[in-house]
């Protein structure tokens, strides 16, 4: 623990959260300071541009893009010494793929700025892959810009009231203690709720301290926020209309039971997106509930197993604000579904059907495939008193499910009921057990995980 840790350990809450506060005005400055407001201007210039500027725009800055990292990064200069550089997006097959494995095992050469002076942060281990990127301080003021911009259309902006629950480690013993799963930024208003404390036994502190501090705006990863929804739901509660006005999710995928359970107790709107700490480019969802690709600020494919274009399959980005560590035709771990729908919202951005979620995030059936996440979030449907459940397989023809109930409700009609949703999407073949436990804790990250899959290296 460092004396930094110790000293914030011993100081009264009131001080504590002034600490939080303070530091989170320096790093405001940073974030919002330089070239932010360009970058915001250039972003809200981009919304009402057509299809065809877009892809102007994305053209342009490709070829820069690509110049700059064969002269900026020793690795991109090698890997693409003996290569004719694409001159257009539709042209991009002709550079290699870049597996996290490769990007992993060549990251020291992939930067393009040393250590001292760059914004440097970690990727979440949650898969047993972390690795630490750099970004430039251009590129944090420019993704800040992309994000804020997003967020803008619902009213957003820093300093309106938000609950924000992130991987964020802030609480002593004493928190806990006194049931106080909450730290509060008071120069910003926003009060961050711990996502390492999700229990049953807290949550009640937990709704009872979010109603009463009515937030505006809700951040960060849905599983925590929809435990804390489920549970209002379940103790007949929810916000008033008009109170919160948007509800963001981060760094997990949000199913469409989540979604559901979110928008009943809150009284409002989900509006996801996706990126990526390593700096994958964005995709958000507009006022019609539609995902738009963000295509001026990078290039986006879906390839098959053979790599090849497809209508689903693994996400591979390019991305321009990466410029400390750069991303070209990055295999970032995620599967998408693309669509051939138009939308009216006023964003010509194009749209894509769903996000599939992570592609190590799957239950494997030898008698059906894979299973996504999304498909596992209807296992519950017509189950009560379910709080949430994790599947863990260690072998190829069996699974486990750690199961959290609300004994009240919960019965053994409502377990056949799972199991058999279950059986519908791994068949008959497989051995499925069910396991009651107090609770399912997060990872270090402090996200809760759906899945976990130890057998991937026997699946081709």
């Not at 690795?75 to 042209?91: G, I, V």
């Not at 992939?110 to 630490?132: C, M, R």
């Not at 992130?166 to 208003?189: E, M, Q, V, Y």
């Not at 379940?234 to 209309?241: E, H, I, T, V």
């Amino acid at each position: 623990m460092s004396v930094q840790q110790k000293v914030y350990n011993r100081l009264p809450n009131f001080l504590q959260n002034l600490v939080i506060s303070i530091f989170n005005k320096r790093s405001y400055k940073k974030r919002y300071g330089g070239k932010y407001s360009y970058y915001k201007a250039l972003q809200e210039s981009y919304q009402d541009l057509s299809y065809a500027e877009l892809k102007a725009i994305q053209q342009k800055r490709l070829v820069d893009f690509l110049q700059y990292a064969v002269n900026n990064s020793p690795f991109y200069k090698k890997k693409f010494e003996h290569l004719t550089l694409p001159e257009s997006p539709d042209q991009i097959s002709r550079l290699p793929l870049i597996s996290k494995e490769e990007f992993r095992s060549n990251v020291n050469e992939i930067y393009t700025v040393p250590a001292k002076g760059a914004f440097s942060g970690k990727t979440g281990g949650t898969t047993g892959f972390s690795l630490e990127v750099r970004h430039t301080l251009d590129n944090i003021q420019e993704r800040f810009a992309i994000l804020d911009t997003f967020r803008a259309k619902t009213g957003y902006v820093l300093g309106k009231r938000t609950a924000w629950f992130s991987g964020k480690s802030l609480l002593t013993k004493t928190d806990i203690a006194k049931n106080r799963f909450w730290k509060t930024d008071i120069l910003h208003h926003v009060r961050y709720y711990s996502t390492f404390h999700i229990k049953t036994e807290y949550l009640t502190h937990y709704v009872n301290n979010i109603l009463k501090y009515q937030p505006e705006y809700i951040v960060g990863f849905p599983t925590s926020i929809t435990e804390v929804a489920r549970h209002g739901l379940r103790n007949n509660l929810s916000f008033p209309k008009g109170v919160v006005k948007a509800i963001f999710p981060t760094s997990e995928t949000t199913t469409p039971e989540m979604r559901e359970v979110l928008e009943r107790f809150y009284n409002t709107k989900v509006y996801d997106q996706y990126a990526s700490s390593e700096g994958a480019p964005f995709i958000f969802e507009c006022s019609k509930g539609k995902l738009h690709l963000d295509i001026a600020n990078g290039v986006y494919e879906v390839l098959d197993k053979n790599d090849q274009e497809a209508e689903s399959g693994r996400l591979v980005v390019t991305a321009f604000p990466t410029h400390g560590t750069p991303l070209i035709r990055y295999d970032i771990g995620d599967t998408v579904e693309k669509g051939n729908e138009t939308c009216d919202c006023g964003n010509h951005n194009p749209v894509i059907k769903t996000i599939l979620g992570r592609i190590d995030d799957y239950v494997y059936s030898p008698e059906n495939g894979k299973i996504n996440t999304s498909n596992m979030s209807n296992t519950t449907k017509g189950v009560h008193g379910m709080i949430k459940y994790q599947a863990i397989q260690k072998e190829l023809n069996k699974i486990t499910l750690l199961i959290v109930t609300d004994k009240k409700l919960f019965t053994q009609k409502d377990l056949d009921t799972f199991i058999e949703n279950w059986r519908d999407r791994v068949g008959q073949k497989m051995e499925i057990e069910t396991k009651t436990v107090d609770d399912i804790p997060v990872e270090k990250s402090g996200k809760y995980r759906m899945v976990k899959n130890d057998i991937k290296h026997l699946i081709d």
